[in-house]
């Protein structure tokens, strides 16, 4: 009973009545910053504060640990997702639920993975990690804002959204070439897959 009054103020702001244009709200929305100093308009807090509550909703939907582990923000539309969890097919998870969120324009996730590798591991998982990180970033054919990506034990893990097929392709053999990496486990949707395609039109 405890834990449904919880979930039941958590969420009750997102169904409430979004307060007019005009009207005096100073104070009605919390952001974590003060609306005088926010360079965002009121109704652009609004519909950020809106995407963070739709997606805390989605993730306890999977299971409510998620609420106490994982923290998003969202400005402008860009959200940011920080935490802890235990797999990296959590990680993918997470982002995947976050790029389903309407009115998410894009995503990065830096949330951490509890794994157990060696500190010599992971200083080669990094390594691995950059390399890809440039190797994209460095292709005119590639939209690397729109890729998420990271290396555990010497397997490179990507998610994110390809314009089509092509790029899809050219993401995938550029991960495959680069040196020291064991295996690809690509996550990457097509924009056409997106209910909410025109997150990444820009």
Known sequence: MIRFLLISLLFLPLYSCVPIVGVSTVGIVKTGVEIADDPRSLGRIVDDS????????????VDQKYLLKISPKSIDGRVLLK????????KIQMTKIAWETDGVRSVENIIKVDDQSSWKDKAKDLLITSQFKVAIVANNNIKSNNFNFTT?????YIFGIARNEQERKIVINEAKSVQGVSDVIPSIFLKDDLSNNQRITN
């Open 50 to 61: 809106v995407i963070e509550k739709k997606f805390l909703y989605k993730i306890s939907q």
């Open 83 to 90: 935490g802890n969890v235990d797999t990296i097919q959590e």
């Open 152 to 156: 555990i034990n010497k397997n490179l």
